[in-house]
T-cell receptor, first 115, second 111 residues
Framework: EAGVAQSPRYKIIEKRQSVAFWCNPI?????LYWYQQILGQGPKLLIQ????????DSQLPKDRFSAERLKGVDSTLKIQPAKLEDSAVYLC?????????????FGQGTRLTVV | GENVEQHPSTLSVQEGDSAVIKCTYS??????FPWYKQELGKRPQLIID?????GEKKDQRIAVTLNKTAKHFSLHITETQPEDSAVYFC??????????FGKGITLSVRP
């Protein structure tokens, strides 16, 4: 089965610029997550979608971050304007919920450097 | 919300020895506890998981134990090998809720 696809793999931007990341989850997975992983730390959930609805976005900095999942499949995460502290790896994951388990499969991530 | 903690942040063992990594969680409603392994520059990958209706699960050299009363769960790796060196993350979630990760532990296996 194909895995979670993300693009781009790397991105370098200047602060105050905008950037967008794309994610294509595993086919049939209803749940899609965006995580931010700062170097040396665990993944921190930014937003969780169930189909095209938002389940949790409590840790998404909504003044600068936005995400959408049109048609309940692909998703994009946008940062505008970027700050130096946004430098991190942005991981997309998807899962198919059954029997209460939520095994998440991760993409390769997008490494963002803000200079 | 859920809070997952891992201690210590690093662990070094001799090849062939066992390694035990512990995590605690705060939300008694959590019922799913996966462990992920992340090698340098790569994506986190699930290595084993356990649900709250069992106390232990084993898969070859790795096992996970869960103590719901104390709200902690542990990863056990036996006969460690250099390729086990990586960052290990524990996580917890309840049905259809977010997966909350710990900060990770760096395991080093000395040849």
């Amino acid at each position: 089965e194909a895995g979670v696809a993300q693009s781009p793999r790397y991105k370098i931007i200047e602060k105050r610029q905008s950037v967008a990341f794309w994610c294509n989850p595993i086919s049939g997975h209803a749940t899609l997550y965006w995580y931010q992983q700062i170097l040396g730390q665990g993944p921190k959930l930014l937003i969780q979608f169930q189909n095209n609805g938002v389940v949790d976005d409590s840790q998404l900095p909504k003044d600068r971050f936005s995400a959408e999942r049109l048609k309940g499949v692909d998703s994009t995460l946008k940062i505008q304007p970027a700050k130096l502290e946004d430098s991190a790896v942005y991981l997309c994951a998807s899962s198919s919920v059954w029997e209460g388990a939520t095994e998440a499969f991760f993409g390769q991530g997008t490494r963002l450097t803000v200079v | 919300g859920e809070n997952v903690e891992q201690h210590p942040s690093t662990l070094s063992v001799q090849e062939g020895d066992s390694a035990v990594i512990k995590c605690t969680y705060s939300d008694s409603a959590s019922n799913y506890f996966p462990w992920y392994k992340q090698e340098l520059g790569k994506r986190p990958q699930l290595i084993i998981d356990i649900r709250s209706n069992v106390g232990e699960k084993k898969d070859q050299r790795i096992a996970v134990t869960l103590n719901k009363t104390a709200k902690h769960f542990s990863l056990h790796i036996t006969e460690t090998q250099p390729e086990d060196s990586a960052v290990y993350f524990c996580a917890a979630s309840s049905y259809n809720s977010k997966l909350t990760f710990g900060k990770g532990i760096t395991l080093s296996v000395r040849p």
